[in-house]
């Protein structure tokens, strides 16, 4: 707690010229696992207790969440599970309205002829020998807008902070992973949309909107979000703190002798690294540096003189929470700055001040095909990121209107991109309330467990024959990484028959092992080659440094690939044996990120199947050279063969249950978007396909409509782990297919980034995804229901039971085998 980590980003500790960089860093911008819900991914976690983007890619979001309302909503769960599929329907109707994700008109229902009668069908794919009617499946009334969608998520992470049910520092918890997940909602795609309205653009988006109208709906949206998390601080959490012991104190409430010890430290140990900046005829406006807490100053010099307005950026490498002696009271440093002002302006009156916080777009972009050096390109858009456009300013409901217009005036905001908020403005730091030595006010601590198939790190198993005997699959963060996937590849690092090993880097942790073992089988005489994915974004600078580490090692290094993301998680070990050389290959949902792991729930398959393993080397090769294979084996691929593959296997089930077969499509993802997969979904539905959507955050989609989407329902998880692995499942007639892997289905992962998923044949390993998702569509403590206009509203049991998917599969594991532990892939 009074021991923060001071190796942040180059702009924190005081104005200097590295001041103008952005003041989240890597590691920064990453701390909890919801955070990346926002950017589909996750990225570094600084502690254990992280969790995320409630959740959020985010990344994040990406952890993030979205929350409806203060009230929980009741569903009545009622089972109703489809003949030999997955899991268990929640048909309940809502008790309450929970809060809506944004309001649109319901379509029409549709009748059972066409309009002009002559049986033309104006939507390709559709029968109309089958009985579905004539329906134009692109209008824009049967798409969600996906800035909303993801708003309406990231209420659902609310929620975690205001439910009273929570331990109350896992409240604190998610009061920061709701600023971080917000603040990189601004950055990136409200950003995107300032640009879109600058550049004239006025192409709307499948549900109809312009960026000027997204932009507008956006900011009404987001402005409630930000003022209820902010009241549930000031008249819930910060009280109910005081309450248990830890005290947040107003700097007025202090004794004389508390205010003159602070003002002491103050002097000795913050005072030398402010820097005020002052903005008058000598000087120009200062510069903000991203997500900074800024305290706007205005001075004069005698009392007729005009107001002058300076900027002190409130220090990132100094302790937030300022303790007092040995209590567990603190004041924030803010109020310690504001409080001692005269030392930092000496000689002037301090008339005014008010606290502000700057947030810029994160939207550089940069045209990489004609760019001669990715690496070069993606350093200048990190640099330029620090320079961005204002995308919204933060501000104390009583600063000055001297400040406010000050501040409007020069970061070129609109009055609607100006939010007031009461209370600190900024709760990313929040997160450090949570190391206190307090489990009573905790959730019960989590350790990954050992995989059962493989034992622990320092038992005598050999992971290439455990693998080569059964495909294992691996689920986390029940089962420990450091024990699975990094053992994986340390073992290949270390084992004198192997020959190689490729792996598919598009985020890991700061002091990552796998790198390490990576390096380490370097020095060992193995062929080792890296895909590290430059552009994976706000890791950029720590993807860039693992990347010139591993070239000066003498590995091969791909640096992304040119109009493509490079998002499969996926690596490869060639091994020599008496038989002959054999293929080992790890296929996930999750980064390689030793510290996400044990906060995202995410799927890896391990496997020495071969045609898997060609599959892989096939891709790797494009990874590493320029042409790129369209057809696999067995491996579904984007950009090659992953959309035209989701497609068959949807229309395969619609005409299967046009022929009066049970016909289930049961699918789980962090976002739906795509309108052709929408599409896709509608007409399964019309056709009578049973359809579980369990889709993390954004969807397109609406459930429910008359004669669209009757037989569809979506639910999103949001809880204790964030909800990251994507899962498929296809009833096929009895064949019982399932798929895992890196793609949600978005139109940027399935055309614009290279992504991998792969079937799952073994039938235990089966079993085991049939038992997550069917716990998944019981779970009422963490499971919320989508409305077709866009709403939520949470599951609740009504019979006095209750399921609780992430306590469930902790529980799970902790049991040894024969005692009830649900079967995890052994």
Known sequence: MNERDATADDERGGTTPEEQANDQSTADGSEFAFRSLLDDEGVTASSPAERTDGGAESETTDRAGDQESTADTVIEAESDAGAGAPGSRTDGAAETDDGNAETLPLPEPIGDTSADGDGTDPVEGNDPSSGIADVDLSSPEYYLNRELSELAFQRRVLHEVLDSDNPLLERVKFCSIVTRNLDEFFRKRVGGLKQGIAAGVTEETPDGRTPREQWDAVLEAARPLLERQAECYCEEIRPALADEGIAIVDYDDLSAAERTTLREY?????????????????????????????????????????????????????????????????????????????????????????????????????????????????????????????????????????????????????????????????????????????????????????????????????????????????????????????????????????????????????????????????????????????????????????????????????????????????????????????????VGTGNYHSETAKSYEDLGLLTADRDIGQDLVRLFNYFTGHSMYRDYRELLIAPGNMRDRFVELIRAEAERARNGEDARIVAKMNRLEDPELVRELYEASMAGVDIDLIVRDICRLRPGLEGISETIDVYSVVGRFLEHSRIFYFRAGGEDRYYIGSADWMTRNLDNRVEAVTPIEDPRLRERLETILETLLEDDRNRWIMRSDGSYDRCRSTDGSSTDVHETFMRSALRPAGRGRIDLGD
């Open 266 to 586: 103050f002097e000795s140990s913050v005072l030398p690294t402010l820097t005020p900046l002052t903005f008058d005829p000598a000087h120009p406006f200062p510069f903000i540096s991203n997500q900074s807490l800024s305290l706007a100053v205005l001075t004069r010099e005698r009392p007729d003189a005009e107001l002058t307005f300076s900027r002190v950026k409130i220090p990132r490498n100094q302790l937030r929470f300022v303790q007092l002696g040995d209590d567990r009271r603190y004041v924030l440093l803010e109020d310690v700055v504001r409080a001692n002002l005269d030392l930092l302006f000496p000689d002037v009156e301090v008339v005014d001040t008010a606290l502000f916080r700057v947030t810029r777009n994160a939207e550089v972009r940069r045209n990489e095909e004609v760019a001669e050096d990715l690496i070069e390109t993606i350093e200048e858009v990190i640099e330029e990121r620090r320079f961005a456009a204002a995308v919204r300013l933060e501000i104390e409901p009583d600063a000055p209107q001297e400040v406010r217009e000050i501040l409007t005036r020069e970061l070129e905001l609109d009055d609607r991109e100006v939010f007031e908020l009461a209370g600190p403005l900024d709760y990313r730091d929040f997160a450090d309330l949570t190391e206190l030595d307090r489990p009573d006010l905790k959730l019960p601590e989590w350790s990954p467990q050992p995989h059962p198939r493989l034992g622990r790190c320092d038992d005598a198993t050999n992971v290439f024959d455990a693998i080569s005997d059964r495909d294992v699959l691996v689920h986390h963060p029940y089962h420990s990484f450091e024990g699975t996937v990094q053992r994986f590849l340390e073992a290949a690092a270390n084992d004198p028959d192997v020959l190689a090993i490729k792996a598919a880097i598009y985020r890991t942790a700061s002091d990552s092992r796998v790198i390490e073992s990576l390096i380490e089988a370097a020095h060992n005489g193995k062929q080792v080659a890296v895909m590290v994915e430059l552009k994976a974004r706000f890791d950029e600078e720590n993807n860039l440094e693992w990347a010139k580490k591993l070239e000066e090692e003498g590995i091969h290094v791909a640096y992304g690939t040119i109009g493509y993301k490079t998002h499969t998680k996926t690596s490869l070990v060639v091994r020599e044996e008496a038989d002959g050389v054999r293929l080992y290959s790890h």
